[in-house]
């Protein structure tokens, strides 16, 4: 890819190779999420490990198996905590900004996620880019 092309989450999937690259950034970033929501749990309510133990899980099946089942079950779960957290912070709970900002991050990751698994299984299915700058 050319570095003009490389703006990673916001770059248009119409290779195979933007794809795989999008699989990586976003399993990365689930990854980010479940550790910052494990910290988050074992500073305050430890049921929060739950959460960021089945964040790392759909990272590893996003990331190893190129799953699209992953994917959905991480955007289902993500659009979930964002809504808890949405009505946690309007209700005047103990939820945080950075709680929701950190669930809207998620919701945007598996999103992307779920393009890039469906486009890599469907429309991109072994059919690399032979252009010279996807090579790179």
Request: hydrophobic content about 55%.
């Amino acid at each position: 890819m050319s570095e003009a092309n490389k703006r990673s989450f916001f770059s248009k999937l119409d290779s195979h190779y933007a794809a795989v690259e999008m699989i990586g950034d976003a399993s990365k970033a689930l990854w980010i999420i479940a550790a910052l929501q494990a910290i988050s749990a074992l500073m305050g309510d430890k049921i929060g490990l739950v959460d960021a133990a089945l964040n790392a899980v759909c990272a590893f099946g996003i990331a190893r198996f190129r799953s699209r089942v992953a994917a959905g079950i991480a955007l289902v779960f993500a659009l979930g905590t964002l809504i808890f957290a949405g009505y946690g912070m309007a209700a005047g709970g103990r939820v945080s900004g950075a709680g929701a900002l950190i669930a809207l991050f998620a919701v945007w990751a598996t999103a992307r996620a779920l393009e890039a698994t469906a486009k890599i299984r469907g429309t991109l299915a072994n059919k690399p880019s032979r252009l010279l700058s996807d090579l790179e």
